[in-house]
């Protein structure tokens, strides 16, 4: 049973290009959770999504970030017209159910590193 | 300000020691999860505390889960060097929270 699969592993951009990050939940998991890592900062929640829906976006940047799951393939992380600041590891788990006091334990994938020249 | 915050930040021990990281809630805890993080690398889910009082051990780890004082303590027995990384608590707190992190190096 593979566990959460990201890629790319890295990612390198310029600035102004667009960023787009994938991520393949565990089998039979329906929730997506993304995070970004900053350096020197810690694991920041980002967009919680279940299949075709976005449920919680609050920690989502309100220009340039979006984020998709769709009914066939995997989720996807997208950044538009990247900047420098957005330079981080881009972290995406999966859950059977909600990760939250039911219960749904979240898991990780390796990450993307994302790297904006 | 943060609302899971972890303590000691670092931690450098001797091969063979015990060692405690704490992690505390600025909200109500109603579960609580441990994951690892090794440098380069995603999260490793360690365990989940879900009711008050409640304590869970793993080969050398044990954690509690304290929810009148809305704190978790993760504890490692006879510490050796794969048990270095960084340990992260995590919550859903409305949004799901990380800790700050505490980073262990093990000394051989």
């Known amino acids: 049973n593979a566990g959460v699969m990201q890629n790319p592993r890295h990612l390198v951009r310029r600035r102004g290009q667009e960023a787009r990050l994938r991520c393949s939940p565990m089998k039979g998991h329906s929730h997506v959770y993304w995070y970004r890592q900053l350096p020197e900062e810690g694991l920041k929640f980002m967009v919680y999504?279940?299949?075709?829906?976005?449920?919680?976006e609050s920690g989502m940047p309100k220009e340039r970030f979006s984020a998709e799951f769709p009914k066939e393939g995997p989720s996807i992380l997208r950044i538009q017209q990247v900047v420098r600041g957005d330079s981080a590891a881009y972290f995406c788990?999966?859950?059977?159910?909600?990760?939250?006091?039911?219960?749904?334990?979240?898991?990780f994938g390796a990450g993307t590193r994302l790297s904006v020249l | 300000s943060q609302e899971l915050e972890q303590s000691p930040q670092s931690l450098i021990v001797q091969e063979g020691k015990n060692l405690t990281i704490n992690c505390t809630s600025s909200k109500t805890l109603y579960g609580l999860y441990w994951y690892k993080q090794k440098y380069g690398e995603g999260l490793i889910f360690l365990m989940m505390l879900q009711k008050g009082g409640e304590e869970k051990s793993h080969e050398k780890i044990t954690a509690k889960l304290d929810e009148k004082k809305q704190q978790s303590s993760l504890h490692i027995t006879a510490s050796q060097p794969s048990h270095a990384g960084i340990y992260l608590c995590?919550?859903?707190?409305?949004?799901?929270?990380f800790g700050t992190g505490t980073s262990l190096t093990v000394i051989p």
């Open positions: 999504l279940q299949k075709e829906n976005i449920i919680d």
């Open positions: 995590g919550a859903d707190l409305n949004q799901f929270y």
């Open positions: 788990a999966s859950s059977p159910a909600r990760g939250d006091r039911r219960g749904g334990i979240q898991y």
